[in-house]
């Protein structure tokens, strides 16, 4: 089993950067491959940014790509999500999860979850 934290959501004007972290405990991230997800009101869940368990492949939405990076530090069970050039649009609960799955697009790849943290960018 693992247990999942998110952290680091707040209010950031637009243009601002926000660093999220999700630190996990239970067991070693090592072995998993892990996704940061988003959910706006009224809206879906949606995949934002995976990257693999060894760190050497990250995936970005299109969305996203080129403002936020995905990161890791398996020393330390603990996934980031630096967020910089925020847009209003970026405004949603951020979810952190963890899969030994192959997929990682897609969240129903995602054994473990975390409660998320708000984000919120005001324009």
């Known amino acids: 089993q693992v247990q999942l934290v998110e952290s680091g959501g707040g209010l950031v004007q637009a243009g601002g950067s926000l660093r999220l972290s999700c630190v996990a405990s239970?067991?070693?991230?090592?072995?998993?491959?892990m996704g940061w997800f988003r959910q706006a009101p009224g809206k879906e869940r949606e995949f934002v940014a995976a990257?693999?368990?060894?760190?050497?492949?990250?995936y970005y939405a299109d969305s996203v790509k080129g403002r936020f990076t995905i990161s890791r530090d398996n020393a330390k069970n603990t996934v980031y999500l630096q967020m910089n050039s925020l847009k209003f649009e970026d405004t949603a609960v951020y979810y952190c999860?963890?899969?030994?799955?192959?997929?990682?697009?897609?969240?129903?790849?995602?054994?473990?979850w975390g409660q998320g943290t708000q984000v919120t960018v005001s324009s």
């Open positions: 999860a963890a899969t030994g799955n192959i997929g990682v697009l897609a969240a129903h790849y995602y054994n473990y």
């Open positions: 990257i693999r368990w060894s760190g050497g492949s990250t």
């Open positions: 239970g067991r070693t991230l090592s072995s998993y491959s």
